[in-house]
């Protein structure tokens, strides 16, 4: 703030922040196989690595679906399992199956610390170059505030879509001209944002205009492990895979969508 001539600073109220829990949460699978098929079928040992093999194609499928959580059921109105980051006997989130706010991670009703109420959600808009100019504008000079309603920087860079949205998302951000308009009017929205399909993404009409790298944490707290050890009790043997991850909303600010269901 402004020191006027020959006055003393001003002091700056602090203003206390959201607390962000993130959990890591562990994934794990096993085969157990008898002590008889290990040593007396000769197939065995093909099996054991082909059942290995399938958890290392399946592990990245699982992470898949774990973060596109984040966006499937980002506007459920009584929030969803994946949003909740309690930690049994350490921490407890006190958003529950919400984010850090208290509200959906897309939701029409986000507070600040100011009393100002924002909006990244829109429930009944499908893609289309109005509609898109609609929110881009909302996400660039309404929702560009930080938690004291100070202005940001805050450009969307991709537009994030199901693959049943490929050819409208091609026509809106990359005709030369714009969509079904016959004036000769130029697209003022070509190639502004780039299109991202992803096909975790369960909706065949909701998107998504997002920051990359921004709003979201995600963490690897374990890498994967294999193990392959015999069980003393009953002499059977047991294969094993094991890893940690988690992920969390930091700021909802960094995502804007449209059309996900509420429940």
Same mark, same amino acid.
């Given at each position: ?17 959201? +607390? ?21 079928? =000769? ?19 699982? =992470? %898949?679906?774990?973060? /596109? ?63 898109? =100019? ?5 996400? +660039?000079?309404?929702?560009? *505030?930080? %938690? ?17 949205? =490929?050819? +409208? ?8 001209? %714009? ?20 096909? $975790? ?16 944490? /995600?963490?690897? *707290? ?6 392959? $050890?015999?069980? %003393?009790?009953?002499?059977? $043997?047991?294969? *094993? ?6 992920? /969390? ?15």
């Amino acid at each position: 703030m402004e020191k006027p001539e020959n006055e003393d600073i001003q002091a700056d109220a602090p203003m206390e922040s959201y +607390t962000i829990v993130c959990k890591n949460r562990s994934w794990a699978r096993k085969v157990r196989f008898s002590y008889e098929s290990v040593k007396d079928s =000769k197939k065995t040992p093909n099996f054991i690595a082909a059942v290995v093999a399938s958890w290392g194609r399946t592990l990245p499928i699982t =992470k %898949e679906e774990f973060y /596109a959580k984040f966006f499937n059921y980002g506007a459920y109105t009584a929030g969803n399992d994946i949003f909740s980051n309690t930690i049994t006997d350490v921490v407890t989130d006190s958003s529950g199956n919400l984010i850090y706010d208290g509200q959906p991670f897309f939701s029409d009703s986000h507070p600040d610390r100011v009393g100002g109420t924002y909006d990244n959600f829109n429930s009944s808009s499908s893609l289309s170059f109005d509609n898109l =100019k609609t929110e881009y504008t909302k996400m +660039t000079t309404t929702n560009n *505030r930080d %938690e004291r309603g100070n202005i940001i920087d805050l450009y969307p860079t991709v537009l994030l879509i199901p693959g049943a949205l =490929k050819f +409208t998302a091609i026509e809106v951000l990359q005709s030369e001209k %714009e969509p079904d308009v016959f004036n000769n009017t130029i697209n003022s929205l070509r190639n502004i944002l780039t299109p991202v399909e992803w096909s $975790y993404i369960t909706g065949t009409t909701v998107w998504f205009l997002g920051v990359p790298r921004m709003g979201l944490m /995600a963490t690897n *707290r374990e890498d994967v492990s294999l193990d392959f $050890y015999q069980d %003393e009790e009953n002499l059977s $043997y047991v294969a *094993r895979v094991f890893t940690r991850f988690g992920g /969390a909303v930091t700021n909802w600010r960094y995502w804007n969508s449209c059309n996900l269901a509420t429940s």
